[in-house]
């Protein structure tokens, strides 16, 4: 494994009920992994319920933990804080809605000597077939506009070198164009790409907003603007 030093952060809006149980679930997994240095930024995006007085009481608790709080910019707005906070070569990010099982973690380690980007892709998603056709209606159009070739682009767990992330720079797409936009300029960049399965979970609290609808009309402004800004 060529990663001896990692960040680790979680985008949260509205998590109260999931964020401590994913955070403490990472430590732990973190600590078993023989890394020099590592740590957890929990992304707290302005969130309404009780998200960021648990990150904060958690970072009072585990000093590798810290807090970025921030209005809310949506989910493409949390990932650029949380790369923007990050201090190692490799960052790992994960939904901080207990969908994913952070001991996959070691799945994207063990192909770090292949890619500069492990992307995840989900097994049997675990979302709700409204979700899912969204999904794959802006993985069509992503893939015929800009030929991004991924098989879910979306997956919220993904580890890439920092050196990714600031050769993309800048970002102007918000919410879900922020993955396909990094994708898209890290590929025409000739960075490698390595795709992970991993097991979806069902959300056991909390509610999804990524099917808003407010939200998807944004996306797809910001989508056809990428996509006349690099066509």
Same mark, same amino acid.
């Given at each position: 494994?060529?990663?001896?030093?990692?960040?680790?952060?979680?985008?949260?809006? $509205?998590?109260?009920? $999931?964020?401590?149980?994913?955070?403490?679930?990472?430590?732990?997994?973190?600590?078993?992994?023989?890394?020099?240095?590592?740590?957890?930024?929990?992304?707290?995006?302005?969130?309404?319920?009780?998200?960021?007085?648990?990150?904060?009481?958690?970072? &009072?608790?585990?000093? #590798? &933990?810290?807090?970025?709080?921030?209005?809310?910019?949506?989910?493409?707005?949390?990932?650029?804080?949380?790369? #923007?906070?990050?201090?190692?070569?490799?960052?790992? =990010?994960?939904?901080?809605?207990?969908?994913?099982?952070?001991?996959?973690?070691?799945?994207?380690?063990?192909?770090?000597?292949?890619?500069?980007?492990?992307?995840?892709?989900?097994?049997?998603?675990?979302?709700?077939?409204?979700?899912?056709?969204?999904?794959?209606?802006?993985?069509?159009?992503?893939?015929?506009?800009?030929?991004?070739? &991924?098989?879910?682009?979306?997956?919220?767990?993904?580890?890439?070198?920092?050196?990714?992330?600031?050769?993309?720079?800048?970002?102007?797409?918000?919410?879900?164009?922020?993955?396909?936009?990094?994708?898209?300029?890290?590929?025409?960049?000739?960075?490698?790409?390595? #795709?992970?399965?991993?097991?979806?979970?069902?959300?056991? =609290?909390?509610?999804?907003?990524?099917?808003?609808?407010?939200? &998807?009309?944004?996306?797809?402004?910001?989508?056809?603007?990428?996509?006349?800004?690099?066509?």
């Amino acid at each position: 494994m060529s990663v001896d030093r990692l960040s680790v952060f979680f985008p949260a809006y $509205n998590e109260e009920q $999931n964020i401590a149980l994913t955070v403490e679930q990472a430590l732990k997994v973190l600590k078993t992994l023989g890394l020099k240095n590592y740590e957890v930024i929990i992304v707290d995006d302005g969130s309404r319920d009780d998200t960021g007085k648990i990150a904060d009481e958690l970072a &009072v608790e585990y000093p #590798e &933990v810290k807090v970025v709080h921030q209005k809310n910019r949506g989910y493409g707005g949390a990932l650029k804080t949380g790369f #923007e906070n990050s201090k190692y070569e490799w960052v790992a =990010f994960a939904d901080s809605d207990g969908q994913f099982d952070f001991t996959d973690i070691t799945k994207f380690l063990n192909e770090a000597d292949r890619g500069d980007l492990i992307v995840g892709y989900r097994i049997k998603r675990a979302d709700s077939t409204l979700r899912k056709i969204t999904t794959f209606g802006w993985k069509t159009i992503a893939r015929i506009l800009m030929g991004l070739n &991924v098989r879910d682009y979306s997956c919220g767990f993904k580890l890439i070198k920092k050196e990714v992330y600031e050769a993309v720079l800048p970002l102007v797409g918000e919410e879900k164009v922020t993955q396909i936009e990094m994708l898209v300029k890290a590929k025409r960049l000739g960075f490698k790409f390595v #795709e992970v399965g991993v097991p979806h979970y069902p959300r056991k =609290f909390g509610i999804q907003t990524g099917a808003n609808l407010k939200v &998807v009309l944004k996306s797809i402004s910001d989508l056809f603007k990428l996509w006349w800004k690099i066509r």
